[in-house]
């Protein structure tokens, strides 16, 4: 497990889930452990605060196929 600023998170697989609270609106699961973190969920990362995120450390071949079997 390593910490990542998010905007360097891309194609790695997240450690835990994060929460996103809206006051009012919504509270729960924003990004699910497991998820691959692909360039359209960066501004959604910054948006709830999330500056760094915890994620596995993995071969880069490891990443690119999961990747791969998600889409």
Known sequence: MEIVPVEQALGMVLCHDLTQ???????GVAFKKGHIIKEEDIPRLLDI????????EM???Y???M?????
């Open 21 to 27: 609270i809206i006051p009012n609106e919504f509270k």
């Open 59 to 61: 071969k880069e071949e």
């Open 49 to 56: 605060g999330k500056k760094s995120i915890y994620v596995w």
């Open 63 to 65: 990443s690119m196929k």
């Open 67 to 71: 990747m791969l079997q998600k889409e």
